[in-house]
């Protein structure tokens, strides 16, 4: 989507710094996706501590096991 923004010259040129973009598109797409990234991570840390019981490594591999002969696979 193309779109006009006007960016203030000392925020732009920081963003290009620290995200070591090459272009101002790079630089703009790359700090959106790491907001998003962030906010998606806040997100599920609210959920930690409750739940009430995870799955064990061994239940896990279990299951993939049980899963993959369903599917033909090992």
Partial sequence: MKTTV????????????????????????GAMQEYIRREKL??????????????????LMDMRLERGKYRGSH
């Fill in 6 to 29: 006007d960016i203030p010259e000392n925020v732009m040129k920081d963003a290009l710094r620290l995200t070591r973009a090459k272009t101002k598109r790079d630089a703009v797409v």
């Fill in 42 to 59: 806040a997100k599920l840390v609210k959920h930690l501590g409750t739940f009430d019981k995870f799955m064990t490594q061994e239940e």
